[in-house]
């Protein structure tokens, strides 16, 4: 068997981290739109990576941790290896990493990873857990003043390409079981990932609500990951 799974913020929501999509998707005034691009990055750094490192120390409050649905991924993910003729890839859109503190091995960040730090110059991306801002010093060069600035979220803004789409597409493809959780079907490429996958598949989405991407499912819960996702898989 053959099992894609797609995650977006509703999984992580019970975990305490706010969705983008929900009755007031504002910080400090700002709708994320405008902080989440290459543009806004250029514009006003400072308050981009503000915002980030607002983010990235709530995700590192003790009390912010996985919930059941993370959980049962990642048993799911354990009971499934135990055969050579299945595969499992999750997919999430979520740069927290509440997957891998559950226990989840094969999971790929397709919009970026929170704790990470990119060098604008040279791409490569280092795990970070602390805040940024212009005068962060290079990791690679920690003395030298007159690098600053050069580091930015390892995340994916709109207008950026999402990262592994290659693998996305051909594990899309090969699916047997898709499995979209938490996901609002409203940022693309990711809402088109049920459509790569072949007439034979079975498509599920499990969603407190309706999403404009429902119709393209199978089967359509509605209910709380926590609450839905172990039976699902069960
Ligand atoms: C629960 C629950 C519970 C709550 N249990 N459920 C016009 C048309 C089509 C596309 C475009 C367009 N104009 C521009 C575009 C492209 C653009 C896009 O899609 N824009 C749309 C908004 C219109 N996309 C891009 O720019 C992407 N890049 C791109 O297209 O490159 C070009 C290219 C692609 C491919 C090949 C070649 C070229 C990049 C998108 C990057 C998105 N980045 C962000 C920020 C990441 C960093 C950060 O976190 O700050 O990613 S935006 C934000 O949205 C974040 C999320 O990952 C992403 C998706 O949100 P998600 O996860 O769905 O969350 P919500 O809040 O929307 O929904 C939560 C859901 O959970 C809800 O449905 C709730 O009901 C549910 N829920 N509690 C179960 N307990």
């Given amino acids: 068997?053959?099992?894609?799974?797609?995650?977006?913020?509703?999984?992580?929501?019970?975990?305490?981290?706010?969705?983008?999509?929900?009755?007031?998707?504002?910080?400090e005034g700002y709708a994320f739109e405008e902080v989440a691009t290459p543009a806004a990055f250029a514009r006003n750094p400072a308050l981009v990576q503000e915002f980030y490192n607002q983010r990235r120390r709530?995700?590192?409050?003790?009390?912010?941790?996985?919930?059941?649905?993370?959980?049962?991924?990642?048993?799911?993910?354990?009971?499934?290896?135990?055969?050579?003729?299945?595969?499992?890839?999750?997919?999430?859109?979520?740069?927290?990493?509440?997957?891998?503190?559950?226990?989840?091995d094969n999971v790929l960040h397709m919009h970026g990873e929170l704790l990470?730090?990119?060098?604008?110059?040279?791409?490569?991306?280092?795990?970070?857990?602390?805040?940024?801002?212009e005068t962060t010093p290079h990791p690679d060069d920690p003395d030298d003043e007159t690098r600053c600035g050069m580091l930015r979220p390892h995340v994916v803004w709109f207008g950026e390409i999402p990262i592994g789409l290659d693998r996305i597409e051909k594990a899309a493809t090969r699916a047997n079981v898709f499995i979209a959780i938490g996901t609002s079907g409203l940022v693309y490429p990711a809402a088109g990932i049920v459509s790569m996958t072949p007439p034979s598949c079975r498509r599920i989405e499990i969603n407190m609500d309706d999403t404009p991407a429902s119709p393209s499912f199978d089967e359509t819960i509605r209910g709380r990951a926590s609450e839905t996702v172990g039976r699902v898989l069960a």
Wanted: aromatic content about 6%; hydrophobic content about 40%.
């Fill in 1 to 27: 068997m053959n099992v894609l799974i797609l995650t977006g913020a509703g999984i992580s929501a019970e975990s305490g981290i706010p969705t983008f999509r929900d009755a007031n998707g504002l910080w």
């Fill in 58 to 104: 709530a995700l590192l409050r003790p009390e912010i941790q996985p919930n059941a649905a993370h959980v049962a991924l990642a048993e799911f993910e354990k009971r499934l290896s135990d055969s050579e003729d299945d595969e499992f890839l999750l997919v999430t859109q979520n740069i927290d990493d509440l997957h891998e503190r559950a226990g989840s």
């Fill in 116 to 133: 990470k730090a990119q060098c604008l110059e040279t791409l490569e991306c280092y795990p970070w857990r602390e805040d940024l801002d």
